[in-house]
């Protein structure tokens, strides 16, 4: 998270917005996608950018992973508990609990659908400095890429990120919502 305050609500410890890694992922993702549709020295020349980028963001990246409140769920075997208490953690911007509450439904053998299906809610609704949308973007495509093993990780940033930036309404999102005829 950042180490101190900054414009609007990036307050400290927040992570959502031009934060380190959602940046990196953003950014990774990107020139990912571009290598994957140039000739060849332009997929090389695409790779050597997005790794000197996502390396360059590595000076301001936490040596050690970021702690989750894995006290608060180790003893629910419940998948949609803990699905629920992700929504709850986001509302309440608990960014521990929620990754949390997030890993513990991934080891329990959860679907990813469930997931995404609430991360998406708070994508649309809430501002994230510009990268809500975008984020949950990424996540989606890289969870689709990313060896089994490793891909909840992906989901468990998307929580973190969302409980981070939940409490900012998305400019135009309530006035979307009233043109189309839907609840807010």
Same mark, same amino acid.
């Given at each position: 998270?950042?180490?101190?305050?900054?414009?609007?609500?990036?307050?400290?410890?927040?992570?959502?917005?031009?934060?380190?890694?959602?940046?990196?992922?953003?950014?990774?993702?990107?020139?990912?996608?571009?290598?994957?549709?140039?000739?060849?020295?332009?997929?090389?020349?695409?790779?050597?950018?997005?790794?000197?980028?996502?390396?360059?963001?590595?000076?301001?990246?936490?040596?050690?992973?970021?702690?989750?409140?894995?006290?608060?769920?180790?003893?629910?075997?419940?998948?949609?508990?803990?699905?629920?208490?992700?929504?709850?953690?986001?509302?309440?911007?608990?960014?521990?609990?929620?990754?949390?509450?997030?890993? &513990?439904?991934?080891? =329990?053998? @959860?679907? +990813? %659908?469930?997931?995404?299906?609430?991360?998406? /809610?708070? !994508?649309?609704?809430?501002?994230?400095?510009?990268?809500?949308?975008?984020?949950?973007?990424?996540?989606?495509?890289?969870?689709?890429?990313?060896?089994?093993?490793? &891909?909840?990780?992906? =989901?468990? @940033?998307? +929580? %973190?990120?969302?409980?981070?930036?939940?409490? /900012?309404? !998305?400019?135009?999102?309530?006035?979307?919502?009233?043109?189309?005829?839907?609840?807010?």
């Amino acid at each position: 998270g950042r180490s101190q305050d900054q414009d609007g609500d990036k307050v400290k410890g927040s992570v959502h917005g031009a934060s380190v890694g959602v940046h990196a992922s953003d950014a990774a993702n990107a020139w990912r996608n571009i290598a994957a549709v140039s000739n060849h020295r332009n997929t090389m020349a695409s790779l050597i950018v997005g790794a000197y980028h996502t390396a360059g963001q590595s000076p301001h990246v936490q040596p050690d992973r970021w702690a989750l409140k894995t006290d608060a769920v180790e003893t629910i075997n419940d998948k949609s508990t803990l699905l629920k208490m992700t929504g709850e953690a986001v509302r309440n911007r608990d960014q521990a609990l929620a990754a949390a509450a997030t890993q &513990r439904y991934a080891d =329990l053998g @959860g679907q +990813a %659908r469930p997931v995404f299906d609430l991360l998406l /809610t708070f !994508a649309t609704s809430e501002d994230g400095a510009l990268h809500a949308e975008k984020y949950y973007r990424t996540v989606s495509e890289e969870f689709a890429k990313t060896r089994p093993s490793m &891909r909840w990780r992906h =989901l468990v @940033g998307l +929580a %973190r990120v969302s409980a981070s930036e939940f409490g /900012t309404p !998305a400019p135009g999102y309530r006035e979307a919502c009233e043109l189309l005829s839907v609840d807010a």
